[in-house]
């Protein structure tokens, strides 16, 4: 199975970018998918997760900001991410529950800058 993310690059303060993960190399569909997110010289850190029903949960640090969505017949999952702050700077790492095993994404990394 491989997770690949897509979407990262370079955003000013208040922007808005999506983010999106695919799930590919598996007969079965992705029970969860979540984002995570690591800052230079920080501890990886949760940001949201999607069941395959569809409900979903954020952190606090990104609640009200950050919308995730999904489709299932993909295997992909999306992160819309809006009012982007300098904080949110960060290599975005997809995770997958497939099968009961988890399996992460090479990561995908957005700058917030002026």
């Known amino acids: 199975v491989q997770l690949v993310e897509s979407g990262g690059g370079l955003v000013q303060p208040g922007g808005s970018l999506r983010l999106s993960c695919t799930a590919s190399?598996?007969?079965?569909?992705?029970?969860?998918m979540e984002w995570y997110r690591q800052a230079s010289g920080k501890q990886r850190e949760w940001v949201a997760r999607?069941?395959?029903?569809?409900?979903?949960a954020y952190g606090d640090n990104v609640k009200g900001r950050f919308m995730i969505s999904g489709d299932n017949a993909k295997s992909t999952v999306y992160l819309q991410m809006n009012s982007l702050q300098a904080e949110d700077t960060a290599v975005y790492y997809c995770?997958?529950?497939?099968?009961?095993?988890?399996?992460w994404g090479q990561g995908t990394e957005f700058t917030v800058s002026s």
């Open positions: 995770e997958a529950n497939i099968a009961g095993r988890i399996y």
């Open positions: 190399g598996s007969i079965f569909s992705a029970d969860l």
């Open positions: 999607r069941f395959r029903d569809g409900t979903v």
